[in-house]
């Protein structure tokens, strides 16, 4: 049931995080995935994140993500 991504400041190490089927609203509930320098595998599959003109400019800031799932999302559905 998170709502937002948070206490993960320090985990400078994490590679794969999974989120999935949680209540996550939008990108900016995200913003601390920014600051996780070494991020390779993120799930966040069956969440509520709807800012679909938001995701390619967020995530694209995540340059060691490898593999991103976001399917089940309201917003994934216009993203073009």
Same mark, same amino acid.
């Given at each position: 049931?998170?709502?937002?991504? &948070?206490? +993960?400041?320090? !985990?400078?190490? @994490?590679?794969? $995080? *999974? #989120?999935?089927? %949680?209540? /996550? ?5 995200? &913003?601390? +995935?920014?600051? !996780?320098?070494? @991020?390779?595998? $993120? *799930? #966040?599959?069956? %969440?509520? /994140? ?31």
């Amino acid at each position: 049931m998170i709502k937002v991504v &948070e206490g +993960l400041k320090g !985990l400078n190490k @994490l590679k794969n $995080l *999974d #989120l999935a089927g %949680n209540l /996550i609203p939008n990108t900016a509930a995200c &913003e601390e +995935l920014l600051e !996780l320098p070494e @991020l390779a595998s $993120l *799930d #966040l599959k069956n %969440n509520q /994140i709807d800012d679909h003109d938001n995701f390619l400019t967020f995530f694209a800031k995540m340059t060691t993500l490898k593999a991103i799932y976001l399917r089940g999302n309201p917003g994934t559905r216009n993203v073009t």
